[in-house]
């Protein structure tokens, strides 16, 4: 047993969609979630500025003793994990695995991916899929607007449904067989994704095998915690007002007096 807290973090509020699924999973488990609203989105930085910050964001998770981390962020997933890995001894989790795991089970022909630009240049899902099955179509588009938007609370209306007609209209003339939301806040706004899309394709939300496989390390490493001690802790790097808003209607908490401002540098 070890009832250290969990380590969760992210570029802004999309990591909640990870700790959403991991609280199902592993309700007596502490989280500590650091959101660095300060310098979202990492989509459009460069590959050394993610691993920059990513690095801080472990930095900081590690001074509060976690006994693991899971990186919620596609970007950080894609650019980060590995210099992550060399920095500490403890588990590491990213998004973009459990996503392929779960992309390719069942009679799956055709796979599109949505994501941040940076996770796109990057290739990852690409690679990763190919690498399990090379029979697979993938096709991968980057939708830039939509970190920004749903980080100022547009997550339903005509503003984000004609964004995401303006950026899924090529993925649907594919004729894919189910779609990875390749970024933790794409699931915030998975039924205006789902309309679009129509309901013969399966969308993908990585979190939900991403709690399945952090479940599985817990228990191998015998980290399981025995009881939850304490509330979770929020920690974000720029003024909370708007994270506030769209965190408690998703999460479906009050998390106000649970939100801390700091700094990284």
């Known amino acids: 047993m070890n009832n250290s807290p969990i380590g969760v973090f992210d570029s802004g509020l999309g990591g909640l969609t990870v700790v959403k699924e991991i609280k199902k999973v592993l309700p007596d488990e502490k989280i500590i979630y650091l959101g660095d609203t300060a310098r979202v989105p990492y989509g459009t930085r460069s590959s050394s500025t993610v691993i920059k910050f990513s690095l801080e964001n472990t930095k900081f998770l590690v001074t509060k003793k976690v006994k693991c981390i899971v990186i919620a962020c596609n970007t950080s997933s894609a650019w980060a994990t ?18 392929v795991d779960s992309a390719i089970e069942g009679n799956i022909r055709k796979i599109g991916i949505i994501a941040t630009a940076g996770t796109v240049r990057s290739g990852v899902y690409q690679k990763k899929l190919k690498a399990k099955n090379s029979n697979i179509d993938v096709y991968a588009k980057a939708c830039p607007l939509f970190v920004p938007l749903i980080e100022e609370g547009e997550t339903k209306g005509k503003i984000i449904e004609l964004v995401a007609k303006k950026y899924l209209s090529e993925l649907k003339s594919k004729d894919i067989d189910a779609l ?37 390390i817990l228990d191998k490493s015998d980290l399981y915690a025995e009881k ?17 808003n769209v965190a408690e209607a998703y999460l479906e908490e009050d998390i106000d007096n649970l939100i801390t401002k700091i700094s990284l540098t």
């Open 180 to 216: 990875i939301l390749g970024c933790t806040h794409y699931p915030i706004i998975d039924k205006v994704i789902g309309d679009e899309m129509g309901r013969n394709v399966r969308l993908i939300n990585p979190a939900v095998g991403l709690a399945q496989e952090l479940s599985k």
């Open 82 to 99: 590995d210099a992550i890995k060399n920095t500490t001894d403890i588990p590491i989790l990213n998004v973009i695995d459990p996503a």
């Open 228 to 244: 939850r001690f304490d509330d979770d802790e929020y920690y974000l790097t720029d003024d909370p007002t708007g994270f506030i």
